[in-house]
């Protein structure tokens, strides 16, 4: 099964994966962002041709509760974030809970 | 639960065997749970690399698109991402860590010759080409780290069920199976010593019911004495 990379986020974040080959993005704007990113992330989601979704890691603040905990434990497609340092925030929360401790503590 | 059983000793029997498979199978998942954070371990170490180069090729990437938007324009480094004709594209498969399906994920198409890249050499510079460059590394980057992010988040998953199944069977399970135990235990025991008590009652009353007979006996006998 072949599937594809997507990108969210802003034009300028977007633009070099385009370079890069990737075809599969969804553009929302600065100002916009509250009300578009959901839709666009869930879209992607449902999308099964999407393997790996790319996100900026300041970017999931914007999604509302549901999306944003849905995007951070789906594993088909799995979310890669960039920018953010240590880890996708969701991943460290699991690992809490999962282990009891924090081990991705800098 | 403790009191729905019937004390029998059938039911004690089965208690036994089923504290038995508990133990056994508690011990099992116990040595699973520790294997998988092992594992876990492992790939948490692997993960944080990758993270690091990952951070690593994003600025480089951002920084070399930035220095070709600066001096190509927008417009233009717009324009050659548009013209691509080649995508990247994955194939999952997937491979086993002690039961838990991890994928492994390949990529073919992403990096490119420029030639490959469709738009034209003439039309673009070189800042162009670089940040291309830096952003295929990025995606084969992206590639890796959501190859051990998704193997993470399996690996996870498989901990948090298996932890919760030992803790059932270590604070509910087992402890209520003792206490049926326990409880079937001292009630054979009382029927037990009610039974003792009772053919205690039965022999006294026997032993009572005999001696009277005799006694019994003898006055006739001393009557008849009398009488001659």
């Not at chain 2, 639960?1 to 004690?12: C, E, F, G, I």
């Not at chain 2, 690399?49 to 990952?54: G, H, N, Y």
Request: charged share 40%; net charge negative; proline share 2%.
């Amino acid at each position: 099964m072949s599937q594809e990379i997507a990108v969210v986020g802003a034009p300028d974040f977007t633009t070099g994966f385009r370079l890069a080959g990737v075809r599969r993005f969804a553009e929302v704007d600065d100002d916009e962002k509250d009300e578009q990113l959901d839709d666009a992330v869930s879209e992607m989601l449902a999308d099964d041709d999407v393997g790996i979704v790319v996100m900026h890691d300041e970017d999931l603040n914007h999604l509302s509760r549901g999306v944003r905990e849905d995007v951070e434990t789906s594993v088909d497609p799995v979310l890669v974030t960039l920018g953010g340092g240590a880890g996708s925030s969701g991943l460290r929360e699991q690992i809490k809970r999962a282990i009891g401790i924090d081990l991705m503590e800098e | 639960m403790a009191k729905d059983v019937k004390p029998t000793r059938k039911n004690l029997m089965q208690i036994e065997d089923r504290i038995e498979l508990s133990e056994r199978g508690h011990d099992t998942l116990e040595k699973k749970r520790d294997g998988l954070i092992m594992e876990f371990m492992d790939i948490l170490d692997q993960a944080q690399d990758v993270r690091e180069d990952l951070d690593d090729s994003y600025d480089r990437a951002q920084r070399a698109i930035n220095m070709a938007r600066a001096m190509d324009g927008d417009v233009a480094v717009r324009g050659a991402a548009a013209a691509l004709k080649e995508h990247p594209e994955l194939t999952t498969q997937s491979k086993n860590i002690m039961g838990v399906v991890v994928p492994q994920i390949e990529s073919s198409k992403v990096k490119k010759n420029l030639d490959e890249r469709g738009y034209g050499v003439l039309g673009t510079s070189a800042r162009i080409d670089e940040a291309a460059d830096a952003y295929e590394e990025l995606l084969e980057q992206i590639i890796l780290a959501a190859e051990v992010e998704t193997a993470m988040k399996k690996m996870l998953e498989e901990i948090e069920t298996t932890k919760r199944r030992v803790n059932a069977l270590e604070f509910k399970l087992l402890p209520d199976l003792r206490e049926n135990q326990e409880y079937i235990e001292q009630k054979l025991e009382e029927q037990e010593r009610e039974e003792i008590f009772r053919m205690k009652k039965i022999k006294a009353k026997k032993e009572a019911e005999e001696r009277a007979e005799r006694e019994e006996e003898e006055e006739e006998v001393e009557a008849v004495a009398a009488d001659d």
